[in-house]
T-cell receptor
């Protein structure tokens, strides 16, 4: 069964460093998302991406964040200069179309900022 | 923004028994979608069940069913004949077709199944 894959599963970085989290969505899906979950808190929306551009972003998704779909398969989230409060589990998700409405999630990338 | 509230941070159920997880949401829209997602430990979230707001009939998927009360903005999940594999974090989610198809999640309910 096709699935969303994410790498790395866990990354530890120093504050101020750049981090890139990678995702390979399901191949025939058209809508792509990044969510994050700080330990013990709710799953929060970061950004949605459709037709090679950001369709919506939350207040969390400030200038330190960017997304890219460079080659038609990978969907990356870059954090330019990490802060302690960026420590969280980051989930990539994809959706085929708005009719089905089902989000398929990856297993997440745990980011620890020291 | 829409809010989704899950008032039960933790629930437990005896194996083979039935448990109901509650979820309420706040919206002014009439057309939307509601979901329950399951997140086993260290695994990705997977869809359990989906409900379209325009459908009056409650969705059912095997042992999982919902009680959708549109006027009350309530969307509870009932798990019948609970199994050990049902132990997980359960998230209620709302999606509006009018806000970029963004999903809004509740804080989750951690379900323990007691053998």
């Amino acid at each position: 069964e096709p699935e969303v894959t994410q790498t790395p599963s866990h990354q530890v970085t120093q504050m101020g460093q750049e981090v890139i989290l990678r995702c390979v969505p399901i191949s025939n899906h058209l809508y792509f998302y990044w969510y994050r979950q700080i330990l013990g808190q709710k799953v929060e929306f970061l950004v949605s991406f459709y037709n090679n551009e950001i369709s919506e972003k939350s207040e969390i998704f400030d200038d330190q964040f960017s997304v890219e779909r460079p080659d038609g398969s990978n969907f990356t989230l870059k954090i330019r200069s990490t802060k302690l409060e960026d420590s969280a589990m980051y989930f990539c998700a994809s959706m085929m179309n708005t009719n089905t409405g089902e989000l398929f999630f990856g297993e997440g990338s745990r980011l620890t900022v020291l | 923004a829409q809010t989704v509230t899950q008032s039960q941070p933790e629930m437990s159920v005896q194996e083979a028994e039935t448990v109901t997880l509650s979820c309420t949401y706040d919206t002014s829209e009439s057309d939307y979608y509601l979901f329950w997602y399951k997140q086993p430990p260290s695994r990705q979230m997977i869809l359990v069940i989906r409900q379209e707001a325009y459908k009056q009939q409650n969705a059912t998927e095997n042992r999982f069913s919902v009680n959708f009360q549109k006027a009350a903005k309530s969307f509870s999940l009932k798990i019948s004949d609970s199994q050990l594999g049902d132990a997980a974090m359960y998230f209620c989610a709302y999606r509006s077709p009018n806000t970029g198809n963004q999903f809004y999640f509740g804080t989750g309910t951690s379900l323990t199944v007691i053998p």
